[in-house]
């Protein structure tokens, strides 16, 4: 820990967001089939739970928002999503644009105040691990600490602009549950 760093919050919940971060992102996806997890997603969420971690999603799927997807379509994704990472705590979406201003999509704050509650936690106890500034503007509007886990589509201001990365949401996992205080 860094010199002068606050002193180590509990983590009681582990957010991420859903495409980028544990799926490979197909974009306005809304056929089960198509969903791929990303290397080490599964393992990061199996060791969440194995430390007795609640963990969750929070997503904005604007592609029900602009009439390329259905809401059940989204389900659909999500559940088989969750299939494959072993049942996650909670999935909460944002089904609309960018255009709406509505105070779920991130960087909002809504998604991840909703999913904390969700798990019976406060936001402040939660960590929000994702692919694009949004997701750590999200968790810090909600109080939560944040991570990015950049990819290929993550723009390099993004990067440059976060004080917490990791190289990938395992490491990220790992991090959170060794070094929380590390976390911001």
Not at 26 to 51: I, M, S
Not at 117 to 122: Q, S
Not at 129 to 146: E, K, S, T
Request: with cysteine; aromatic share 2%.
């Amino acid at each position: 820990m860094t010199s002068g760093a606050p002193a180590s919050r509990p983590v009681s919940a582990v957010l991420f967001d859903r495409d980028g971060t544990l799926v490979v992102d197909v974009p306005y996806n809304g056929d089960p089939e198509k969903v791929r997890l990303l290397p080490g997603a599964r393992e990061a969420a199996d060791l969440l739970r194995a430390q007795g971690i609640a963990t969750g999603v929070v997503s904005n799927q604007s592609g029900i928002g602009r009439g390329l997807l259905r809401e059940h379509d989204v389900i659909r994704v999500n559940r088989r999503a969750d299939e494959l990472l072993g049942a996650l705590g909670a999935w909460v979406f944002c089904p609309h644009t960018p255009q709406d201003r509505c105070p779920c999509r991130k960087p909002r704050p809504g998604l991840v105040v909703e999913a904390a509650r969700r798990l019976g936690v406060r936001p402040e106890e939660c960590v929000v691990i994702g692919d694009i500034r949004a997701d750590v503007l999200a968790a810090r509007a909600a109080g939560a600490r944040g991570v990015l886990v950049p990819n290929a589509a993550t723009l390099r201001s993004e990067v440059d602009a976060e004080r917490w990365t990791a190289p990938d949401v395992l490491t990220a996992v790992r991090t959170v549950l060794q070094a929380p205080g590390e976390v911001s």
